[in-house]
């Protein structure tokens, strides 16, 4: 498929555990982004990378959470010793590039239940 | 401080009536705005952009800069409009754009 791609589509797991969530952007996108979505929060940004600058991490909420994006493709979205607080619904987008005004396409998002 | 403000977490309108979901916006520079919407198990996308000055679904919205606003409006709502909506501003930082997106207003139309 042509969209972006997000892996697992759900994620239950205990508290304390590590999790990892991935995304696969849109082939040719240099720019991606991570969000966080919650009831009664929207949408909170958590990290950015575009090409291969270094990334803006000044979303992410704890030192607990920290993302990867290997080879300028693939993203891995990594948050240690979970806590139940980061249940949430994490959301990937990719776009072209970084230019004023580009558009954003967002993955099918990946379900984290945290017990 | 870049930030963008949508005051309301739900509306509720009947079908017919008009609706107006508010989004201001904080920003020194010139801004680029956007709606994205988020239907019912559906993912989040763009709805419009300022600079395309486009009416997508019948839905329009003017960058009023005085007012540091960028309203979404339709005359009549559908059923088929209940979705979330979220404002977004594209600001500028360290060489590149990124987006800053409001907390959202979910609009729900009633029969």
């Known amino acids: 498929g042509a969209g972006v791609s997000q892996s697992p589509s759900n994620k239950v797991t205990e508290k304390g555990k590590d999790v990892e969530l991935r995304c696969d952007p849109i082939s040719g996108h240099t720019a991606l982004y991570w969000y966080r979505q919650s009831l009664g929060q929207g949408l909170e940004f958590l990290i950015y990378?575009?090409?291969?600058?270094?990334?803006?991490k000044s979303g992410l909420p704890s030192d607990r959470f920290s993302a990867e994006r290997t080879g300028g493709s693939v993203s891995t979205l990594t948050i240690q010793r979970t806590q139940q607080e980061d249940s949430a619904v994490y959301l990937c987008a990719s776009s072209l590039n970084g230019d004023r005004g580009i558009v954003q396409f967002f993955g099918p998002g990946t379900r984290l239940t945290v017990l | 401080a870049q930030r963008v403000t949508q005051p309301e977490k739900l509306l509720s309108v009947f079908k017919g009536a008009p609706v107006e979901l508010k989004c201001n916006y904080s920003y020194s520079g010139s801004p680029e705005l956007f709606w994205y919407v988020q239907y019912s198990r559906q993912r989040l996308q763009l709805l419009l952009r300022h600079i395309s000055r486009e009416s997508i679904k019948g839905f329009t919205a003017d960058l009023n800069k005085g007012e540091t606003s960028f309203h979404l409006k339709k005359p009549f709502a559908q059923e088929e409009d209940s979705a979330m909506y979220y404002c977004?501003?594209?600001?500028?930082?360290?060489?590149?754009?990124?987006?800053?997106f409001g907390t959202g207003t979910r609009l729900k139309v009633l029969a």
């Open positions: 977004a501003l594209s600001v500028h930082t360290s060489g590149t754009y990124k987006y800053i």
């Open positions: 990378f575009q090409g291969n600058s270094a990334p803006d």
